[in-house]
């Protein structure tokens, strides 16, 4: 598979979040966000995660919003499948998309994989405070009260 021009911002979501295999996404956008920002300071300008990512480089505010609009197009289309509720709900990958993904992945140069990579084991390490920590007890301080 040729390297592509560029890809798009929902491409690049749905690459983090296909790679990193995890069960659920949470529904808020602050994980996907920190991961793309992660790749849009360490991308090369010139390569494939360049464009979709110059946005967020030149208003690095601009995070979550991205990660939320690319978040609500993937479920449009049917990559990735609202679920759970409450502190719980996020989003999960649908079936056929790992396939693509990993695809495109091997289609990159090495150096946007390194930085896809580095980016998805920042993206695992949130989403596992978030699935280990669904909310703080106030049950246990009331004693101190």
């Not at 979709?52 to 990559?79: E, F, N, S």
């Not at 990735?80 to 990159?108: I, M, R």
């Amino acid at each position: 598979m040729p390297t592509p021009t560029f890809i798009g911002t929902d491409s690049v979501c749905l690459l983090l979040t296909a790679l990193a295999r995890v069960p659920r996404l949470p529904a808020q956008p602050w994980a996907l966000s920190d991961a793309i920002s992660y790749v849009a300071r360490h991308a090369n300008d010139a390569g494939p995660l360049g464009p979709p990512t110059m946005a967020i480089r030149q208003r690095p505010r601009m995070a979550d919003q991205l990660a939320r609009d690319a978040t609500r197009r993937l479920v449009a289309i049917g990559r990735l499948v609202p679920a759970g509720s409450g502190w719980h709900a996020g989003y999960e990958v649908s079936a056929e998309v790992n396939h693509s993904a990993a695809q495109l992945f091997d289609s990159l140069p090495a150096d946007d994989q390194r930085v896809l990579d580095d980016a998805t084991q920042r993206l695992v390490a949130m989403v596992t405070i978030w699935s280990k920590n669904p909310c703080a007890d106030s049950s246990a301080r009331s004693a101190t009260i």
